[in-house]
């Protein structure tokens, strides 16, 4: 069974930059992208970058287009997110998660990390 573990979040001040990594465990492990969503309080969870696993493809949220970069290390089987820029609107709980297509929805995905805190504030 496939697990993943995030790591990486933290406080930072405006302006800052933080990775997140996420390490995949288990047997098998394939998915055909990888993303990353978060979820701020009191908000709906929202997508935030996916890439294609085998392709390197990748597809970026227009709230971190440019600031944030979605990157994967296959193997050691590792996604990352930098995040660079980072604004107080950034503050959420970073989730990331494996699915069997290439989506934004995070109804497609089926395997998700506990996730980590990011929280900008000065």
């Known amino acids: 069974q496939v697990q993943l573990v995030e790591s990486g979040g933290g406080l930072v001040q405006p302006g800052g930059s933080l990775r997140l990594s996420c390490a995949a465990s288990?047997?098998?492990?394939?998915?055909?992208?990888m993303g990353w969503f978060r979820q701020a309080p009191g908000k709906e969870r929202e997508f935030v970058a996916t890439?294609?696993?085998?392709?390197?493809?990748?597809q970026h949220a227009e709230s971190v287009r440019g600031r944030f970069t979605i990157s994967r290390d296959n193997a050691k089987r590792t996604l990352y997110l930098q995040m660079n820029s980072l604004k107080p609107d950034d503050t959420a709980v970073y989730y990331c998660?494996?699915?069997?297509?290439?989506?934004?929805?995070?109804?497609?995905?089926?395997?998700w990390g506990q996730g980590t805190q990011v929280t900008v504030s000065s």
């Open positions: 890439i294609s696993w085998i392709g390197g493809g990748t």
């Open positions: 998660a494996a699915s069997r297509g290439f989506s934004t929805a995070s109804h497609d995905y089926d395997i």
């Open positions: 288990g047997r098998t492990f394939s998915p055909y992208s």
